[in-house]
């Protein structure tokens, strides 16, 4: 299979693309202080994109380091980090497993699993842009209304939304 491209993902060749943690980057959109305010923070991730072919068939596994929280607040990150929420001590790995991929109009679904605070909750992440730099692959999506209760992370009642936001925009390139 051969670069071809919908109206806004551009399809990469067949094979591995190892994710390139000082280029990608999640970020975070949460409410605390009972839905008043924003939270905006980002993420570190490291993982592997497989192509295949059919296109369908293809894969991806993402590790996000929670330790790596970070906002505009350090009191903040070290609250998020604690054993209130994230529990980065006990549950150092967030990790993402997808189920195989499909169409939906011009973007495509990616169906799978995320693990963290030790439960396996199912998530579907919505890749809207991909686009081909010479062989790095650079996608966008989001990953939206999750819920942290469901993956166990119940402290901070009030003052930490229920709900989270993810956007991934990551670059990969060849392994």
């Known amino acids: 299979m051969t670069s071809a491209s919908t109206t806004s993902v551009a399809v990469p060749a067949v094979g591995t693309y190892r994710i390139d943690p000082e280029r990608s980057e999640i ?3 949460g409410r605390h202080m009972f839905g008043l305010g924003v939270v905006h923070a980002t993420f570190g991730a490291t993982g592997e994109i497989r192509v295949a072919d059919p296109l369908q068939s293809s894969s991806a596994t993402v590790a996000v380091d929670p330790a790596s929280f970070s906002s505009s607040s350090p009191k903040r990150d070290a609250d998020v980090r604690s054993s209130r929420l994230l529990d980065v001590k006990r549950y150092p790995e967030i990790r ?10 011009d973007r495509w679904l990616l169906p799978g699993r995320v693990t963290a605070h030790g439960t396996t909750v199912p998530v579907e992440v919505v890749i809207d842009r991909v686009t081909l730099d010479g ?3 650079r996608a966008h999506g989001r990953a939206e209304h999750l819920d942290r209760r469901a993956f166990g ?3 901070g009642r009030g003052f930490v939304g229920r709900y989270l ?5 990551v670059v ?3 392994s």
């Open 172 to 174: 990969a390139t060849p």
């Open 153 to 155: 992370v119940t402290g």
């Open 27 to 29: 970020r975070y959109r």
């Open 96 to 105: 993402f497993v997808s189920d195989g991929l499909r169409q939906d109009g």
């Open 135 to 137: 062989q790095d692959v």
């Open 165 to 169: 936001d993810l956007v991934l925009d």
